[in-house]
T-cell receptor, first 111, second 113 residues
Framework: DTAVSQTPKYLVTQMGNDKSIKCEQNLGHDTMYWYKQDSKKFLKIMFSYNNKELIINETVPNRFSPKSPDKAHLNLHINSLELGDSAVYFC??????????FGQGTRLTVV | GENVEQHPSTLSVQEGDSAVIKCTYSDSASNYFPWYKQELGKRPQLIIDIRSNVGEKKDQRIAVTLNKTAKHFSLHITETQPEDSAVYFCAASFTGGGNKLTFGTGTQLKVEL
């Protein structure tokens, strides 16, 4: 059973399009996150939700909008995609300050 | 906010040698320090973690040490094997910080035969 699953795994799209990435965790964790990993492998947090409430919103363009319909799901919607948005996006979850379990990543390529 | 520095950025060792990766953090409130291994094209996976009430933790060939006073923590891998080749990330977080993990910049470890 996959603990944290995100879809799609690959996403190729044109500049200006809008796209969504979905994430689900079956671990019963109370906190979910979105991380961005750029071409240099830097892992940077974008958002964090605790029990469906937004608790961390790093300096991310407002073209990125997370949505958490329930504590097991955290989706990421991106409007007006730009070339610089190309990266691998990881969803993760944790129970409090503890091990973060990562999804398999979504490789977004904007052309 | 928290800032985590990690060194070296690349590390090449011979099989059987030891490897050490070092991190420093800036926020004295940080109390949880995990290490992640990321193989090419895969997700980061936890290999070991340590909390601020402990100075050292071992798990077979892997150990982590923490010096709270100096705000340093290190990963030690002994008897390295080719399958240890990967990118390793340190991270720090603290209770009350939204459980946010701040990652170091990563170390590409290559274990050569």
């Amino acid at each position: 059973d996959t603990a944290v699953s995100q879809t799609p795994k690959y996403l190729v799209t044109q500049m200006g399009n809008d796209k969504s990435i979905k994430c689900e965790q079956n671990l019963g964790h109370d906190t979910m996150y979105w991380y961005k990993q750029d071409s240099k492998k830097f892992l940077k947090i974008m958002f964090s939700y605790n029990n469906k409430e937004l608790i961390i919103n790093e300096t991310v363009p407002n073209r990125f909008s997370p949505k958490s319909p329930d504590k097991a799901h955290l989706n990421l919607h991106i409007n007006s995609l730009e070339l610089g948005d190309s990266a691998v996006y990881f969803c993760a979850s944790s129970q409090g300050v503890a091990e973060g379990f990562f999804g398999q990543g979504t490789r977004l390529t904007v052309v | 906010g928290e800032n985590v520095e990690q060194h070296p950025s690349t590390l090449s060792v011979q099989e059987g040698d030891s490897a050490v990766i070092k991190c420093t953090y800036s926020d004295s409130a940080s109390n949880y320090f995990p290490w992640y291994k990321q193989e090419l094209g895969k997700r980061p996976q936890l290999i070991i973690d340590i909390r601020s009430n402990v100075g050292e933790k071992k798990d077979q060939r892997i150990a982590v040490t923490l010096n709270k006073t100096a705000k340093h923590f290190s990963l030690h891998i002994t008897e390295t094997q080719p399958e240890d080749s990967a990118v390793y990330f340190c991270a720090a977080s603290f209770t009350g910080g939204g459980n946010k993990l701040t990652f170091g910049t990563g170390t590409q470890l290559k274990v050569e035969l």
